[in-house]
């Protein structure tokens, strides 16, 4: 078993982050470990919904069957996932707004017969920097937060 996890500060808001979070169009464009769709997926995750996608870590790639198990916008995006020899995760997105944008906590655990010592925590590793850098590019996508919309700036204009 492994897992990872980082939070972040992002300079964008929760409502945008959360939008692209569940919308698995955007997937390709700011993670990290998603490749593409088996299938058409939902256009938006609600709980309950599912999809599978191949993702790839280490340079391996494989098919993961994932089911929306906790949605409530815009904070919390919770996905667990099934995979090939009895391998299983589950990826939670934790959104909170704060001063000047969005503190991000994602992470997920992993666990299967082959992902132990050497391989979970290489896999451990490689996650963090891969999640990091998809966090980085989903805020990108998302954009700043409007100044209108930012807590800080209601405090400095008064």
Not at 33 to 60: C, I, K, M, Q
Not at 93 to 103: F, N, S
Request: aromatic letters at 8%.
């Amino acid at each position: 078993m492994g897992s990872i996890a980082i939070t972040k500060h992002l300079p964008a808001a929760v409502e945008g982050l959360f939008d692209a979070i569940a919308r698995p169009a955007t997937w390709a464009r700011w993670s990290g470990f998603h490749r593409d769709f088996v299938g058409e997926p939902p256009e938006r995750l609600y709980s309950g919904a599912s999809l599978v996608s191949t993702v790839t870590l280490l340079g391996v790639t494989g098919e993961v069957r994932w089911t929306v198990s906790a949605a409530a916008e815009p904070n919390l995006m919770v996905l667990s996932g099934r995979g090939k020899a009895s391998t299983a995760c589950e990826f939670t997105y934790l959104l909170r707004p704060v001063a000047g944008g969005t503190e991000l906590t994602a992470g997920g655990d992993f666990r299967g017969p082959f992902l132990t010592g050497y391989v979970s925590k290489a896999l451990e590793q490689h996650g963090r920097e891969q999640l990091g850098e998809a966090l980085d590019r989903l805020a990108a996508l998302v954009g700043p937060v409007p100044a209108a919309t930012d807590p800080s700036s209601e405090r400095r204009q008064t």
